[in-house]
Nanobody, 114 residues
Framework: QVQLVESGGGLVQAGGSLKLSCTVSGRIFSTMGWYRQIPGKQRELVAA???????RYADSVKDRFTISRNKAMNTVYLQMNMLKPDDTAVYYC??????????WGRGTQVTVSS
């Protein structure tokens, strides 16, 4: 059974940094990412990493956030710098298998105060 568990969220002042972690247990697939959601809005992609270490980012977080993973590929990180109040959301870890089935963590709250 696949499980994704996030950690690292919290409250930070604007301009500060946080690092989120997501550890996967069970089968691991190479496509992983972070999404975020604000109440009443659709979940949106923040950053993704695929096989070979190729990454992609939402325009709103480019040059501020960095996605990475460990060598075992069972933990993915999101380093968030220069945080803004608009980054406030619940952040979800995602993993997608070869059949485009998505696995999700329960989410971790990130709150950025102005």
């Amino acid at each position: 059974q696949v499980q994704l568990v996030e950690s690292g969220g919290g409250l930070v002042q604007a301009g500060g940094s946080l690092k989120l972690s997501c550890t996967v247990s069970g089968r691991i697939f190479s496509t992983m990412g972070w999404y975020r959601q604000i109440p009443g809005k659709q979940r949106e992609l923040v950053a993704a990493i695929i096989g070979g270490g190729i990454t992609r980012y939402a325009d709103s977080v480019k040059d501020r956030f960095t996605i990475s993973r460990n060598k075992a590929m069972n933990t993915v990180y999101l380093q968030m710098n220069m945080l803004k109040p608009d980054d406030t959301a619940v952040y979800y870890c995602n993993m997608r298998n070869n059949a485009d089935v998505n696995y999700w963590g329960r989410g971790t709250q990130v709150t950025v105060s102005s």
